[in-house]
Nanobody, 124 residues
Framework: QVQLVESGGGLVQAGGSLRLSCAAS????????MGWFRQAAGKEREFVAA????????YYADSVQGRFTISRDNAKNTVYLQMNSLKPEDTAVYFC?????????????????WGQGTQVTVSS
């Protein structure tokens, strides 16, 4: 069982930066692939970024490639999402998720555990 708690969301102007954190409970965090997803108001949840259990492999949605960076610290049971050059269209609730499948996973159906989400609002 893994419990996930996101933090770091907030209000930022376009062009600004935020770093989201996702703290995980449980002794097996380092065995899980992790991902970030987001859901804007009135839209379906979409994939943002994923990272393998050891941090070697990462994968990004085209919409955030080059602006967002996913990373993890297994010693701290935490995964991060550094978001730079933020745009109003990045406004959403951001969720972290854990998958016990190998590699980087982009489908939400591959993720077993989910956090409650943190709101990110980018003003123009």
């Amino acid at each position: 069982q893994v419990q996930l708690v996101e933090s770091g969301g907030g209000l930022v102007q376009a062009g600004g930066s935020l770093r989201l954190s996702c703290a995980a409970s449980g002794r097996t965090f380092s065995t899980y692939a992790m991902g970030w997803f987001r859901q804007a108001a009135g839209k379906e949840r979409e994939f943002v970024a994923a990272i393998s259990w050891n941090g070697i492999s990462t994968y990004y949605a085209d919409s955030v490639q080059g602006r967002f960076t996913i990373s993890r610290d297994n010693a701290k049971n935490t995964v991060y999402l550094q978001m730079n050059s933020l745009k109003p269209e990045d406004t959403a609730v951001y969720f972290c998720a854990a998958s016990n499948l190998y590699g980087t996973r982009w489908s939400e159906y591959d993720y077993r555990y989910w956090g409650q989400g943190t709101q990110v609002t980018v003003s123009s």
